[in-house]
């Protein structure tokens, strides 16, 4: 094992699947990025394209969207590739539509470091836009369906980047679907971080079991029903844990 840091990613993974956590994180088989995630990549790169020059036109912003994704993809066996491509340009614009009222980031992607007491490795991440004279910091989302409220994985990481940018930050979650966009403000910020914390130690705890990965899938269990082991990563859980 070479878990040297926690991200809010990983411990969220640890806490809705262990099974896939000991695939990857442990034994270090990870899995193929689907479409929708190449997607949102590529769309966060055309709006940051669109945020730090307020003057450029959309279409160059679709353009070094398009561009980061053709890239990613290029060689990508997703069957739905060409789909999500199509949708990109109307992410980007309604993205832009929320986001570019904020006027220019001071920061885009900064890096974030936390180590509280009783944890081992530090938990990590980066914000993906910051408005350092507006006390604001903002994570965008996309998605198929817009959802009517902060979904809490998103929450405990929001909540690590704001609480470790200065006190009193306001926290936002900006979800954009093609048509659709929503801004919401996070609240009980100190909640969502002691609970990403809690989610942290019982990690250590679990790493702190054993060193061989065999040990690991002897205490587990996938579900082959959930998204977690869709496609290929079902033969490996009949392959590592034998079911």
């Known amino acids: 094992m070479k878990i040297q840091r926690h991200s809010p990613s990983s411990l969220n993974l640890f806490c809705a699947s262990p099974s896939m956590f000991v ?9 193929p990025v689907g479409a929708p995630a190449h997607r949102g990549t590529a769309v966060e790169d055309g709006v940051t394209a ?5 003057t450029k036109p959309l279409d160059d912003c679709y353009a070094v969207a398009i561009k980061k994704y053709d890239a990613i993809t290029a060689l990508s066996g997703d069957k739905r590739r060409e789909e999500y491509r199509d949708t990109i340009p109307a992410m ?3 993205a832009l539509e929320e986001l570019r009222p904020y006027g220019v980031p001071s920061h885009c992607q900064q890096f974030v470091e936390w180590k509280p007491d ?3 490795y530090p938990i990590v991440g980066y914000l993906d836009y910051r408005w350092e004279h507006h006390g604001i910091v903002v994570d965008l989302k996309t998605t198929g369906a817009l959802p009517s409220s902060i979904k809490i994985p ?3 990481q929001v909540a690590l980047y704001s609480t470790q940018t200065g006190d009193n930050v306001d926290a936002r979650l900006a979800y954009v679907t093609p ?3 929503a801004t919401y403000q996070l609240e009980n910020t100190r909640d969502h971080l002691n609970a990403l914390h809690q989610i ?7 790493l702190a079991m054993s060193n061989d990965p065999e040990f690991f899938t002897s205490i587990t269990c996938p579900d082959v029903e959930s998204f977690y082991w869709g496609g ?5 859980a009949y392959k590592h844990w034998n079911i």
């Open 232 to 236: 290929n990563a079902r033969q490996l």
């Open 92 to 94: 980007v614009k309604t």
């Open 118 to 120: 009783g944890l081992k």
């Open 200 to 206: 942290a130690l019982r990690c250590e705890a679990f």
């Open 179 to 181: 048509k659709k966009r």
């Open 50 to 54: 669109g945020l730090m020059d307020p």
């Open 23 to 31: 695939l990857e994180r442990i034994m270090g088989i990870r899995q």
């Open 154 to 156: 998103h929450a405990r």
